[in-house]
Structures are given as C-alpha cells and as structure tokens.
C-alpha cells in the first residue's frame, strides 16, 4: 500500500484567509482523492485530484473555494479558500487502489480550526 | 442514491466479549463493501474488501462478512487496542458512481 504524507497535520486559522494543504505518495497513483471529515459525520469525497487536468468536484463542492493541483502523479493541493468556522473540520488525501480502485489508502489528515 | 447505515453508534465491551458490528446499505449493484479502522486523529486505515454474498475475510479478531443487504463485522475476544472507530463504504458497480460511500462509522471502546 502506498504511504501518504499531509501536511500541515493541524492548523488554527483566522476567518477569511486561506489555507493548503498538501499530499505526497511514495509512489505513481492514478486515483488521487481529498475527503472532508466532520465531527460526527461520514467522509465526504470533495473531489477527484486529475494529474495535468481540472479537478472533478462532487456536489455541493466548488473550484473556488477549493481548487486543487496536481502536478504529477505522487503530489496533490488542496487549498481552502476564503475560510469560515463552517470549514473546521479534517481534510484527508487518499489514494484509491484494487479493483475499481474501491480500495482507499489513507494520509493523517489535516485538522484545521477556523477561528 | 447509494445508502451506507452503521449500527450501533457506539458500543462498549470488555476485554473478550465478542460482538457484532452491522453495515446495512442500497447500492445499484455492488462492486465491493469495504471496512475501515479509524483511530483518533489518524486517517481511516483499510482492513478488508468483500465483493460477493457470502464471502467472509479475517484478520486476527476481525472477521468481516457480507449478504445481499448488509455486512457484519465480528470482533471475537476483542482487545483494548482494538478500540477504534470501524467505518464501512459501498462501491456502486453497473451505472453507479466508483466513489465508495462511506457511514458514519461504529466507536467501538473495549475496557480493559
């Protein structure tokens, strides 16, 4: 299985800035993904990280407020952008692998407090 | 809409009480029911795939299985490290998305 380093793994940060976050795989993936985890709640896949194209954005999730590189096949940013209390929560990279690429390997995940 | 339910929300045990963690889920055909262990302030870590009816995996105390509505995951003599929160997700297969929908997760606590 891949290893995945986030970084940062935590952050405390003023309403209105904006913040990156970044993932690195120890090796090439294909499916690169950043989910949001909040307190109580199931992981919601935000989007699907293209190495050399736009990002895919699930539902409910827009490029501005979260646009996301991918510059080759083992590096992906997320930046969250424009921040309000309502975007504290966990940010997790993963990367899908199997059959359907079904099987997710996961980084530490950044926590972010919005203040 | 692909549909993930766990039970119970949380759950206590002792040290060697087996029990059973349920993952009842609706998918427009199910390409794989994947389980996940989740420890604080870690990312979810795979621990099995299940693709068909009545397959079963194991692994040490864990011992995941699957019908046609849901799967279980059966920690027998559990162990205070095993106290973690289990997640389940669905892979849709024909027609479906390929992103897996996950639950909400089981917190599962094992006193020493």
């Known amino acids: 299985s891949a290893v995945i380093s986030q970084k940062p793994s935590r952050d405390i940060c003023q309403r209105g800035t904006s913040l990156t976050i970044q993932c690195q795989v120890d090796?090439?993936?294909?499916?690169m993904f950043w989910y949001r985890q909040q307190p109580g709640q199931s992981l919601t896949l935000i989007a699907t990280?293209?190495?050399?194209?736009?990002?895919?954005?699930e539902s409910g999730f827009v490029i501005d407020k979260f646009p996301i590189s991918r510059p080759n096949l083992t590096f992906s940013t997320l930046t969250v952008s424009n921040m309000s209390p309502e975007d504290s929560s966990i940010y997790l990279c993963?990367?899908?692998?199997?059959?359907?690429?079904?099987?997710?390997?996961f980084g530490e995940g950044s926590r972010l407090t919005v203040l | 809409e692909d549909q993930v339910t766990q039970s119970p929300e949380a759950l206590r045990l002792q040290e060697g009480e087996s029990s059973s963690l349920n993952c009842s889920y609706t998918?427009?055909?199910?390409?794989?029911l994947f389980w996940y262990r989740q420890d604080p302030g870690k990312g979810p870590e795979f621990l099995f795939t299940?693709?068909?009816a009545g397959e079963e995996k194991e692994k040490e105390r864990l011992k995941a299985t699957l019908t046609k509505k849901e799967s279980f995951l059966h920690i027998t003599a559990p162990k205070p490290e095993d106290s973690a929160t289990y997640l389940c997700?669905?892979?849709?297969?024909?027609?479906?998305?390929?992103?897996?929908?996950f639950g909400r997760g089981t917190s599962l606590i094992v006193h020493p």
């Open positions: 998918v427009s055909g199910l390409r794989g």
């Open positions: 090796s090439q993936v294909t499916m």
């Open positions: 990280a293209n190495q050399g194209s736009e990002a895919t954005y």
């Open positions: 299940l693709y068909s």
């Open positions: 997700a669905v892979q849709a297969g024909s027609g479906g998305s390929y992103i897996p929908t």
């Open positions: 993963s990367v899908g692998q199997g059959i359907g690429a079904g099987e997710l390997f």
